[in-house]
């Protein structure tokens, strides 16, 4: 009895946390890219983050130059919207959720959703365009060969997995 008081004082004191996490399906880019309306190389050209109507989330607004379109049409412009951002000193942010830098160049994955575009299947949808030992590389920073399987293209890094640009564009063109 004596234990269990002091244990329970400890956790009062200590105080406990939450903890936050995003689990992501297990996909593969055939049902990524079916899943998209919307496929292009961009790069970032703007970022806007700012406060819904009724002041209770922040979005964040994110301005893309097409270098090119994979699958679908969208002209040299492209503004996609996701829940998440920083106003301020206030900030909300989305586990699992891309993040965008301006100036970054990246593969985006975009589904159409309530009048806006936005990333499929959150960080799953962004692949960072590199240059890597003098390759043009695709990277996703959120999956490993668990969460987002790419047949027939393997990568030297399951915890990350790189594919040479060119040959990720043809094999998303096959679908």
Known sequence: MRQTILLILIFFLLGVGTAESTVFAPTNLEKLS?????????????????????????????????????????????????????????????????????????VVFLSFHQGHYRVASLGLGKFDVLEQNGKVIVLNRIADNKTLFIEGLDSEDPLHPKFELTTFIQRIKQY
Do not use: C, H, M
């Not at 699958?71 to 000193?89: F, N, R, T, W, Y």
């Open 34 to 106: 079916r899943q998209s309306q919307l496929i292009a190389r961009v790069r970032v050209s703007a970022l806007a983050s700012s406060w819904n109507e009724q002041k209770n989330r922040i979005y964040t607004t994110i301005e893309f130059a097409v270098i090119e379109i994979i699958k679908g049409q969208a002209g040299d412009k492209i503004v996609i919207q996701q829940l998440g951002g920083v106003v301020g000193e206030d900030a909300l942010l989305i586990q699992g959720a891309p993040d965008f830098q301006v100036s970054e160049e990246a």
